[in-house]
């Protein structure tokens, strides 16, 4: 409806593009041959979800105070985004009341399992760090990670920027997020990219992160990312790395079934994760596959308990995840998979003892 707001929640703007490139670049995930049952295969299927979106203006902070409590009492994990500046300025320097209660709830979020990525500082505009305001007009920050001219610096020292604003308020970062959007002015900018060659990130992008976990900026030495996301040609794509520190893609491989950030009631659908007999759905499918895990992402619009159309098909598809498949999973938030592949160098750790 609010064309402002449709526009910077918008992503999955380059599709399967970005996901078959990552894929050709990096190799497919080891699969276990099509028909293998479940019971046949050496290893638990890790599960984990990214919400994006996550800020106190969608459903204000007693709704992210809910959805932790609810995470923490099930034992669940998965990501959660801040977006510090969503709202025009940083939350972190004059918070009013709201914008405090969110914030406590975002120090909170770790203990409950839940990571917290950077999805920029705007979701919209650069952020002008000294005037406290993204600039009229300014490049959105989505696209501006894919420009093949911006140096290893100029990124360190913008992400450099949000890290400090979360320190403000206790925050501590674990990824990032990429901010989709559709608007005219990306869309024309993405296509030339493209046309260009240029599908993928900047790669001074991952140096940049890298450079920031090497000084301890991130919560762990790993920096999961969310970029592309496919059903079938998903993996996790190391982008950059140097001894215990690495930066990660690590795609999802289950859409968002509760709403999306159009909080719309016919984008909801449980049984597209997990029917209620436990026979049938995403999750089903890549824990029969073998597959190492299956993470899905959502968006804050429709999965918060608030306001969401999606809150009750996403506790129904946690109940029945747990009733159907409980011996065959285990939840991780997406740095505790990035750390344990990386120590690990590979998916070894998921084999069953
Ligand atoms: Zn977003
Ligand atoms: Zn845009």
Avoid at 171 to 189: I, Y
Wanted: charged residues 25%.
């Amino acid at each position: 409806m609010n064309p402002a707001k449709s526009e910077v929640t918008r992503r999955r703007f380059l599709g399967t593009s970005v996901a078959a490139a990552a894929v050709a670049a990096a190799g497919r995930l080891p699969r276990a041959a099509a028909g293998e049952q479940a019971k046949a295969s050496p290893r638990k299927t890790v599960l984990s979800f990214y919400c994006d979106d996550t800020s106190p203006y969608v459903a204000g902070a007693k709704a992210f105070q809910t959805f932790l409590d609810y995470c923490a009492e099930h034992k669940i994990a998965g990501e959660s985004t801040a977006i510090l500046g969503s709202g025009g300025h940083s939350m972190c320097r004059k918070p009013d009341d709201e914008e405090q209660a969110y914030l406590r709830q975002v120090t909170r979020a770790w203990k409950c399992g839940i990571d917290t990525h950077m999805e920029l500082m705007t979701h919209a505009g650069l952020f002008d760090f000294d005037a406290n305001r993204p600039p009229k007009d300014a490049k959105h920050e989505g696209l501006w990670l894919y420009e093949p001219e911006v140096t290893v610096e100029q990124y360190q020292r913008y992400l450099g920027g949000i890290i400090a604003e979360g320190e403000r308020a206790g925050v501590k970062f674990t990824g990032l997020t990429w901010p989709g959007c559709g608007c005219e002015v990306c869309a024309r900018r993405y296509a030339e990219l493209r046309a260009g060659g240029h599908k993928d990130p900047n790669p001074a992008l991952w140096t940049a992160l890298l450079n920031l976990a090497k000084e301890g900026k991130f919560r762990g030495r790993t920096v999961p990312c969310f970029f592309g996301s496919s059903e079938t040609e998903f993996g996790i794509h190391r982008k950059a790395s140097e001894g215990a520190c690495g930066v990660y893609d690590l795609m999802p491989n289950a859409r968002d079934a509760f709403g999306i950030w159009e909080n719309n009631p016919a984008r909801v659908d449980p049984d597209y994760y997990i029917t209620a007999d436990g026979k049938s759905g995403i999750v089903v499918r890549h824990v029969a596959a073998g597959a190492p895990y299956c993470i899905w992402y959502a968006h804050w619009q429709g999965l918060n308990p608030a306001k969401g159309v999606g809150w009750r098909a996403f506790t129904t598809v946690i109940d029945r995840i747990g009733k159907h498949l409980g011996d065959r999973v285990v939840w991780m938030r997406p740095s505790e998979i990035t750390e344990r592949y990386h120590a690990a160098g590979g998916w070894g750790f998921l084999d069953l003892k």
